[in-house]
């Protein structure tokens, strides 16, 4: 499936590095979504942006940042992270904000 | 705020019977939408359900949405190896409100 691409799949960042994350979307979709999934809890949304205007920001540190440019792009921009943000990050999009949401094959993140 | 419950945790289950997984939600949802990620894989999405009562079949798997529409089941007849995997519910409660993830049920098959 390559629908939805992220990069990078893996990464390892100190917790005083500045990274981002890349998602890109070929299904012609207008929204897209920024999750986080960690073990041993529920996948939890951090994102939303509808037509490229954000539109949940579902109580997330600030040192997490979204830019979504266009429809088919969002990034998420990293700086100052802790340990315990070490986690899957899964980048998704739909049709309209209704319908099934399509997942990326996420970035493994690991914070040292 | 909005709770989405999934049972089992776990479910084993033997190469050929049948199992049930069940979701829960804390408030009524405009819909319900199943996924199942595979080990090292991501969610990819399964189906939607809107209509109170609704039933919907895929091959060997069946979905339900309760007449309340405060909950669903999943259904998989004559499990294969192909099969394992986490299966989630996520609710909506209305129309353009975000998607609730239930915690899963991961599903371990005994060939």
């Known amino acids: 499936e390559t629908g939805v691409t992220q990069t990078p799949r893996h990464l390892v960042m100190g917790m005083t590095n500045k990274k981002s994350l890349k998602c890109e979307q070929h299904l012609g979709h207008n929204a897209m979504y920024w999750y986080k999934q960690s073990a041993k809890k529920p996948l939890e949304l951090m994102f939303v942006?509808?037509?490229?205007?954000?539109?949940e920001n579902n109580s997330v540190p600030s040192r997490f940042s979204p830019e979504c440019p266009n429809s088919s792009h969002l990034f998420l921009h990293l700086h100052t992270l802790q340990p315990e943000d070490s986690a899957l990050y899964l980048c998704?999009?739909?049709?309209?904000?209704?319908?099934?949401?399509?997942f990326g094959p996420g970035t493994r993140l690991t914070v040292t | 705020g909005q709770q989405v419950m999934q049972i089992p945790q776990y479910q084993h289950v033997q190469e050929g019977e049948d199992f049930t997984t069940y979701c829960n939600s804390s408030t009524t949802l405009s819909n319900i939408q199943w996924y199942k990620q595979r080990p090292g894989g991501h969610p990819v999405f399964l189906i939607q359900l809107v209509k109170s009562g609704e039933v919907k079949k895929q091959k060997r798997l069946t979905f339900q949405f309760g007449e309340a529409k405060k909950n669903s089941s999943l259904h998989i007849t004559a499990t294969q190896t192909t099969d394992v995997g986490t299966y989630f519910c996520a609710g909506r409660k209305a129309a353009g409100n975000k998607l609730t993830f239930g915690g899963g049920t991961r599903v371990l098959v005994k060939p």
């Open positions: 942006y509808n037509f490229k205007e954000q539109t």
């Open positions: 998704a999009s739909s049709q309209g904000t209704t319908g099934g949401e399509y």
